[in-house]
């Protein structure tokens, strides 16, 4: 069953990448050609027009020109104002350039060129990188919290209202996305769009891009005008920390659904009419009920996702716990499957604030009953979560 | 008075990271800082000279004319397009290429020396972007767990004599050595080769990857000097896709060597608690209301 899973995933990635490849050279290759053919007649007219420079001398002068602009020198700039031009490496950029790197964002606009800047660069992620994702569970903790709290006063009105609990739960879900899209996308699109000049389209792709840490780096805040003022960047960090905290969970969500339909998509072809119309409406009625939950237990995942590579140690929790009970479907009443699926979220949760809790006192009563919860299988995953990164990106050093 | 302490203890959780996180990023700027802006300053005032050197061979040029071809150049740049060379280039879109880039999107990497010019390409790619990282995120989960099926066995590291616990040992050992071999020597031994890198680059650039910054200074198979043969960029995409899940495997044994240091750290302390019988009435006493 795991092999035959694997193997239809990776079938799926493939196919994935394909398509996706396939529309991205149908969009961008006719107009790379273009600018190709007005680079061309560009050179062309410049020959023409200035007879004296011979074809292989402009050829070293685009060559000299690709280089300077390779190594992060503007060549716009002429020598009578070069000491006006603000260089990419003052203490602002650094801090700018450090922040994408330990979120793994990467925009590369600036790039190191010294060997010691290299080495010290993949020092600092391997610790860094970890550092992040620990700030960014703490922070994601207190905003899942935030919004659970606002969107529960609200679930509380749609009950009295007497909306059916799936409805609710539902709505729950979509309020989480309405209202983080609101405050982490859309908000920002507008500022960006204000102050760097941008087209909408052009900010949302770069919100986009960032708080997925793309980061292709075509467009970065503060490259433009120098016009900015000094609280401009911190702003922009503060807005990548917390919006991080929130796609994070929006990926786990999305990444939830797609296993939710992967499961009811095999439900549907492995039983028979009768059984796959119950099994579908126990399927359609956990799909409800997960888009309830499934908005707190993303909290807990986080930080993994924002460096990708913790990421799926995580998701294995989730992913193992779906296979056990997919044979209990089968022999099995379905409302025990359903409490199984639902409990251990719950548990995970349970056992993420208690460790929080006594981590934080650090006197020795409270240390000695962990030993008495440790026996539990569910509960040793979730535990070592956060020193293990630090450890493990070592490792491949 | 429980819940109090809750969400001070959160509370106090949060802001020692985010003064850590914020110092992290300070030391980190003051190094770049220090590091590259000499580099930065040596490279744009060398290529002053050279334009003033370009200036004084040819006389039928002016200064306005030359600004303005390099804007030419910089757009070019900008838009993607390599300066050097001609209009037999290969194209960046090709569908190699375009593989390649949609590989980096949903994995996170992102280098951004290709990056969609037109609306369509950068809407196309939002919606590309959220749903294929999931995804990627789901595949590397089940190719990690295959991969981590064939060291179960180190789950009963407790239950065996010290002469299996050896060989387990020597087990992992030889997993962790040959996958640092086979993701993070060998493959940057090869494009230090391939692209003509020092092995520094080589490594520098395997790591940018595999850690999905991707800062694309160094990017696989972008030379126009260089004919690649067809399959190169797809095999350096199949290698960052073990590379991600073998880290993945990597962490996933941290954590539960961690785990086990940790258990054996509290099975030491139960051993100091045992021996006081006064103070272990107290903690257990108080072992009650935090495990409810």
């Known amino acids: ?397 | 008075m429980p819940r109090a302490g809750v969400c001070s203890c959160w509370g106090g959780q949060v802001l020692p990271l985010l003064l850590a996180y914020i110092c992290y990023l300070l030391l980190g700027a003051t190094i770049f800082q220090r590091l590259e802006k000499q580099a930065e300053a040596q490279s744009r005032d060398q290529f002053q000279l050279e334009k003033l050197r370009f200036l004084e061979n040819y006389t039928c040029l002016d200064q306005q004319a030359l600004e303005q071809f390099v804007q030419v150049i910089l757009e070019a740049w900008v838009k993607g397009v390599n300066p050097k060379g001609n209009s037999t280039n290969p194209s960046n879109w090709d569908f190699g290429s375009s593989f390649f880039f949609a590989g980096t999107v949903v994995t996170t990497i992102g280098y951004g020396n290709l990056a969609p010019s037109t609306e369509a390409g950068q809407v196309f790619c939002v919606f590309y972007a959220l749903m294929g990282i999931p995804l990627n995120v789901v595949f590397l989960n089940h190719l990690g767990t295959g991969l981590r099926a064939h060291l179960t066995t180190l789950d009963r590291w407790e239950d065996h004599p010290r002469h299996s616990q050896l060989l387990q040992v020597l087990g992992l050992a030889l997993f962790l050595t040959l996958g640092t071999l086979v993701i993070l020597i060998f493959p940057p031994m090869f494009f230090s080769h391939v692209e003509g890198w020092s092995f520094r680059e080589g490594f520098y650039f395997a790591f940018i990857t595999l850690s999905t910054i991707g800062f694309g200074d160094y990017v696989v198979g972008t030379d126009p000097s260089k004919h690649y043969i067809a399959v190169y960029r797809s095999l350096a995409a199949i290698w960052i896709l073990l590379g991600l899940a073998w880290l993945a495997v990597v962490l996933s044994l941290g954590s539960l060597l961690l785990h086990r240091c940790s258990r054996l750290w509290q099975l030491i302390r139960g051993l100091d608690v045992k021996d006081g019988a006064a103070p272990g009435s107290e903690p257990r006493s108080q072992k009650i209301p935090f495990s409810a």
């Open chain 1, 1 to 397: 069953m795991r092999s035959t899973t694997l193997l239809a995933l990776l079938a799926l990635v493939l196919l994935y990448l394909v398509s996706g490849a396939l529309v991205f050279q149908a969009l961008e290759q006719p107009h790379e050609q273009q600018v190709q053919k007005d680079l061309e007649d560009g050179r062309d007219q410049f020959l023409k027009d200035h007879p004296c420079v011979s074809q292989k001398n402009l050829e070293g002068f685009i060559k000299l020109v690709a280089e300077a602009l390779g190594g992060g020198a503007n060549p716009e700039t002429s020598w009578t104002n070069s000491s006006n031009h603000s260089s990419a490496w003052n203490l602002g950029s650094a801090f700018f350039f450090s922040g994408t790197i330990i979120t793994t964002i990467g925009y590369g606009n600036i790039a190191l060129h010294t060997d010691a800047g290299r080495l010290f660069c993949i020092f600092y992620a391997l610790v860094g990188i970890p550092l992040f994702g620990m700030l960014l569970a703490g922070v994601g903790d207190r905003l899942g919290s935030s919004l659970r709290r606002g969107i529960g006063h609200i679930e509380a009105v749609f009950l009295k209202w007497h909306v059916p609990p799936g409805l609710v739960r539902m709505l729950s879900a979509v309020l989480f996305l309405l209202i983080g899209c609101l405050l982490f996308v859309l908000t920002p699109t507008f500022v960006f769009s204000y102050m760097e000049s941008w087209s909408k389209l052009e900010a949302i792709y770069f919100v986009i891009v960032t708080l997925t840490t793309v980061g292709f780096g075509d467009y970065v805040p503060g490259d433009g005008t120098g016009q900015n003022s000094p609280a401009y960047q911190p702003l922009v960090w503060f807005w990548i920390l917390f919006g991080l905290a929130y796609f994070a969970s929006v990926l786990t969500t999305i990444g939830n659904w797609l296993r939710a339909v992967s499961r009811r998509t095999r439900a549907e072809m492995g039983g028979l009419t009768a059984q796959a119309a119950s099994w579908t409406g126990t399927v359609t009625a956990r799909v409800t009920q997960r888009t309830g939950p499934s908005a707190p237990p993303p909290e807990k995942e986080q930080p993994l996702l924002p460096s990708s590579l913790p990421a799926p140690p995580a998701v294995a929790e989730p992913a193992h716990r779906p296979g056990s009970p997919a044979p209990a479907e089968k022999v099995e009443t379905p409302p025990p499957t359903a409490s199984a699926l639902d409990y251990p979220s719950e548990n995970l949760a349970f056992i993420d604030e208690s460790s929080d809790t006594q981590s934080e006192r650090g006197c020795a009563l409270p240390r000695a009953p962990r030993g008495r919860r440790r026996p539990n299988p569910t509960k040793k995953p979730s535990r070592p979560r956060g020193p293990g990164r630090l450890r493990d990106k070592a490792v491949p050093v």
